[in-house]
């Protein structure tokens, strides 16, 4: 199993930055792919941004050139800077683990709760 440990959401403004982290601890041979995803009220979850073993990036149209995603790979975490923040990012933020154990399975953070507001 894989547990996923988030922080670093909260409040703030329109305009502003916040940065999130989540850490993956736990029994697996190895994590290829570490992300984003969110859900808006009223919304499907969707892809933020995942960050590949390879150092291959992909990012939602929606947050390119405002977010960045980083890994720290000796350390299995993964960050999430989100700067130019709109009230439209408000959503619970999950982050999301590929892992191999006897297989590739999906893992899921609790989620953290990013409001953008004035």
């Known amino acids: 199993q894989v547990q996923l440990v988030e922080s670093g959401g909260g409040l703030v403004q329109p305009g502003g930055s916040l940065r999130l982290s989540c850490a993956a601890s736990?029994?697996?041979?190895?994590?290829?792919?570490m992300g984003w995803y969110r859900q808006a009220p009223g919304k499907q979850r969707e892809l933020v941004a995942t960050?590949?073993?390879?150092?291959?990036?992909a990012y939602a149209d929606s947050v390119k050139g405002r977010f960045t995603i980083s890994r720290d790979y000796a350390k299995n975490t993964v960050n999430l800077q989100m700067n130019s923040l709109k009230s439209e990012d408000t959503a619970v933020y999950y982050c999301?683990?590929?892992?191999?154990?006897?297989?590739?399975?999906?893992?899921w953070g609790q989620g953290t709760q990013v409001t953008v507001s004035s």
């Open positions: 736990g029994r697996f041979l190895s994590i290829e792919i």
């Open positions: 999301n683990v590929v892992a191999v154990l006897s297989g590739r399975q999906d893992f």
């Open positions: 960050l590949t073993n390879g150092g291959r990036s």
